[in-house]
């Protein structure tokens, strides 16, 4: 009787496509030793008129996605921030709700980048993907409330979070470009609370 062999011809083609995805690297970004986005750095102060924050996010960029904006890929990071005055048993009442938007894209042309940064209702550029990556990241002295709004020693807390704002693409750039879709990133809130 006739030996059989180890694999019929119709099972080669399953197993013969395992190993071929197996056997591909894996990119950097979607490694699970990579860490995940989060809000660091954060400090609250006052002007002589205003509560300001200052807060950064940390390991916000993949190489995916700088390859993305030098292909015309806009990118959008949004900032969403909470102030609550805290009251003793009473629900904490909400005194500001902000969100930010910061936008980055690429001029081939000009080889240049164009960070708007939605706190400051500006636009800055620059030739270094560094520098437009600090500046997609960073939250520099964003005006959360008037002080005149705050009572002196009391409690508050403020919430920060950020997340990677979905872009749309032109119809048709989905097929092109299928792993947008590993980009999606939000940070957990942070919270400091703090008296006034």
């Not at 042309?109 to 960070?115: A, P, R």
């Not at 620059?126 to 002080?147: C, D």
Request: glycine share 2%; hydrophobic share 40%; net charge positive.
């Amino acid at each position: 009787m006739p030996m059989k062999p180890f694999l019929s011809r119709p099972a080669v083609l399953p197993v013969l496509l395992l190993l071929l995805v197996l056997a591909l690297p894996i990119p950097a970004s979607s490694r699970q030793d990579s860490s995940p986005p989060t809000i660091s750095d954060i400090i609250i102060t006052t002007s002589a008129s205003d509560l300001l924050l200052f807060a950064t996010v940390k390991n916000s960029f993949t190489p995916e996605m700088e390859k993305g904006v030098k292909n015309g890929i806009p990118i959008s990071f949004s900032f969403q921030i909470e102030l609550d005055k805290i009251r003793d048993f009473w629900p904490d009442s909400t005194l500001a709700e902000k969100e930010i938007i910061h936008r980055l894209t690429y001029d081939s042309l000009k080889e240049e980048y164009s960070v708007e940064l939605g706190e400051k209702q500006r636009t800055e550029t620059t030739r270094s993907l560094a520098r437009a990556k600090q500046l997609m990241a960073e939250l520099n002295g964003l005006r959360v409330i008037a002080r005149k709004k705050l009572v002196p020693d009391a409690s508050y807390i403020l919430r920060i979070k950020a997340t990677l704002v979905k872009t749309t693409l032109p119809l048709g750039m989905h097929y092109v470009l299928p792993f947008t879709s590993l980009w999606d990133f939000e940070t957990d809130w942070r919270s400091i609370e703090f008296r006034y």
